[in-house]
């Protein structure tokens, strides 16, 4: 109580491999205040090709530094156009693996707090794996803010990237109102099939997804997968399901993008069943509500009205830049960003690094 309201921005670079979203955000690391301006930089396609040659890396790999170096650049850049003071920075994951490797998101805070002169928190991820969590999904945090300043009832937010994830929120405060977890690939493998096939970043419209038939058989031999019948807390990688593009590999292009389109809304589906209740809705964000066809099919397969945040008042393109602005400002207040229904994390806890410019 007490906290005073700042203007933070907050910024994503996603597992799609498009680009940087940034986003202001007036909040108190409670609730929302109010929404400011948004930018938005692509990635070059030069730019983009050394990221994706450094997926799966680790630090001091090849490819690595050259890949930190292209994110901070546009980090930079898209904030140049920016207020806001503290800088939330993700980072880029390149390696995700919890209860392994740990965790790895590429870009150096200090740097980007050198480049803009402004305060910038990160590395939000590492504290929660090595105290034994997921470290994903990080943006239940700020959903909960916004089913609040929304007016909601019961509710559940699910961000469409690369990886489909889930926040379930209920009644009451974060840790006892919230539980998420990683529903399965979303548009990382239909984006992958595009650009592999020479088709584009990705089935524009969902037109030629619209236009298959999908092989169920694909659909069953994934939901048969040890992941999905784990109770959550969960997580993935953006490559954790690598062999569903030999699933697919023999079918025509409009039959293997209706496959995999059809993948991600089971996998939506087959997750809504660990949730401790029936949401009143599914508010839908992300590069994936976006796509007719793959909201047609989430909604034939929930039963559950299933919409874009933007009939709440939201903004589907900009929701997780603005989580990590909301993120930083609680990681200045020692807030707790991530929970034991959220993470898995054994307690609630603040996490995240801050890296403040030279004076």
Partial sequence: MGRKSVEAAGCMSGTSLDGVDAAVLVTDGTRIEGFGPSAYRAYSGAERAMIRAALGRWPGEDGVTEAAAAVEGAHAGVLADLPGDPVGFHGQTLAHEPGGRGTHQCGSGARLAAATGRTVVWDFRSGDVEAGGEGAPLAPVFHHACARWAGLGTCAFLNLGGVGNLTFVGPGPPEEALLAFDTGP??????????ARGLGAFDEGGRLAASGAVAERVIERLLARGYFARMPPKSLD??????LAGEVAALSDADAAATLTAAAAACVAKGLGHLPSP????????????NPAMMAMIADLCAIPAVPVEEVGLDGDMLEAQAFAFLSVRVLNGMPISFPRTTGVPAAMAGGRVSRPSR
């Fill in 238 to 243: 953006r490559d954790d399901f690598p062999g």
């Fill in 279 to 290: 949401p009143d809705r599914i508010l839908v964000t992300g590069g994936g509500r976006l």
């Fill in 186 to 195: 979303a548009n990382a493998p239909l984006d992958d099939l595009m650009a």
